[in-house]
């Protein structure tokens, strides 16, 4: 690993037609990168169960994709896209706004299917970069009516019914996010009932996955960035499932980086414990960890997760978790053996260095 890592120790050329583009026929068809070992190997995803042990723990991210993506027109007659980041819990709306002409506070823009959003100001304050609104009802129902799946910007055709089930993991409960949690993606039914039968553990938390999940690292010391915020729950009976696991030997298996953003949160930050009758709290808040290798992990011995962006916050946790070396081994590997990357791509499995 070199002595001192920098912004374009992270980078790599990835040919366009590795994108993938559209999921895999079945979820779990696509390819698994087992890249635990020195060699990295070349296996299905169908074949996870037969890695992991009785006993052992997987913990998923149930937040579920909301159709973010909604489109009207100002008064004048101009054109406006909203991205919805967030539904406040007195019900207005936090969305990043693309127009030619930003509209004033005040404004009220007539969107598609029929409604309307009023302008209430910039968020966080009056220099934000985001815009608050308020629905003419309640912003959940409309954008499952009217809105459009927030496909990543490296997806390039518009969102369709294929999108609507696929991009959005099986056991999906909770709406927040605008971005899926990409790595749990890969499970169905057949799946889970097969790691079931293994005696394989499930526990689950919930991030709602902002868009700023897809923004590139600019600065070359890694130490100024800033994250963005994201909102989180980690209900106590997750919390027990560690601690049992943890207890008996057992592994801790995070699906999908957001999984390990939570749990290191919570571990780094909040260090829970039990009451005296041994119940352990929901922990519920906000996150903006930056993992970079040093990092030292607190509770997750495995890493399922798909192939993330040059430069990515994302690709510098998975180098925290594996080794800086494995990751551009394991990276330079699935390249060569065209696996295929980002949000519908294929997965790999890593081991904690």
Same mark, same amino acid.
């Given at each position: 690993?070199? /002595? ?5 120790? %992270?980078?790599?050329?990835? $040919?366009?037609?590795?994108? *993938? ?6 979820? @779990?068809? @696509? ?6 070992? !020195? ?9 996870? $169960? ?34 919805? !980041?967030?539904?406040?819990?007195? #019900? ?11 509209? /004033?506070? #005040? ?19 009056? !220099?934000? @970069?985001?815009?608050?609104? =308020? ?14 799946? $927030?496909?990543?910007?490296? +997806? ?16 999906? =409960?909770?709406? #927040? ?6 790595? /749990?993606?890969? %499970? ?10 293994? #005696? ?15 923004? $590139? ?26 601690? =049992?696991?943890?207890?008996?030997? &057992? ?12 749990? !290191?949160?919570?571990?780094? =930050? ?14 519920? &808040?906000?996150?903006? +960890? ?9 509770? +997750? ?19 925290? %978790?594996? &080794? ?9 590997? *699935? ?19």
């Amino acid at each position: 690993m070199p /002595a001192a890592l920098s912004l374009a120790d %992270f980078d790599f050329e990835l $040919p366009d037609a590795l994108i *993938a583009q559209h999921p895999a026929p079945q979820r @779990s068809a @696509s390819r698994l990168l087992d890249a635990r070992g !020195e060699v990295p190997v070349d296996r299905r995803f169908v074949d996870l $169960p037969s890695l992991l042990l009785p006993g052992d723990l997987l913990v998923f991210n149930d937040t579920r994709v909301i159709r973010a993506r909604l489109f009207g027109t100002k008064a004048s007659g101009g054109a406006v896209e909203l991205l919805v !980041e967030r539904v406040l819990d007195n #019900g207005e709306v936090i969305a990043h706004m693309r127009a030619s002409r930003k509209p /004033a506070r #005040g404004a009220v823009l007539e969107m598609a299917g029929g409604f309307r959003a009023e302008v209430l100001g910039r968020w966080p304050d009056a !220099e934000g @970069s985001l815009f608050r609104l =308020r629905f003419d009802d309640d912003a959940y129902v409309l954008m499952e009516r009217h809105g459009h799946v $927030p496909l990543p910007p490296y +997806i390039r055709h518009r969102d369709d019914d294929d999108d609507v089930r696929r991009y959005q993991t099986v056991f999906a =409960r909770v709406p #927040g996010s605008v971005a899926a949690p990409t790595a /749990a993606l890969h %499970f169905d039914q057949a799946l889970l009932d097969a790691l079931e039968a293994r #005696g394989v553990h499930r526990a689950h938390v919930t991030l709602h996955v902002g868009s700023g999940t897809f923004l $590139p690292v600019k600065v070359d010391d890694l130490a100024l960035h800033r994250m963005h915020s994201e909102r989180f729950e980690v209900p106590g009976e997750t919390l027990a499932a560690i601690a =049992r696991t943890r207890a008996a030997g &057992g592994r801790v298996i995070a699906v999908g980086t957001t999984t390990v953003r939570t749990l !290191e949160t919570v571990a780094h =930050r909040l260090a829970p414990e039990p009451d005296a009758q041994g119940v352990w709290p929901t922990l519920r &808040g906000e996150t903006d +960890i930056f993992i970079t290798p040093g990092h030292r992990f607190a509770w +997750i011995d495995l890493l399922v997760t798909n192939f993330h962006l040059p430069r990515s916050t994302l690709l510098m946790l998975v180098a925290a %978790f594996a &080794g800086f070396d494995r990751m551009r081994v394991a990276y330079g590997h *699935a390249v060569a053996q065209r696996y295929r990357f980002f949000s519908y791509g294929d997965a790999m499995l890593l081991q904690r260095m």
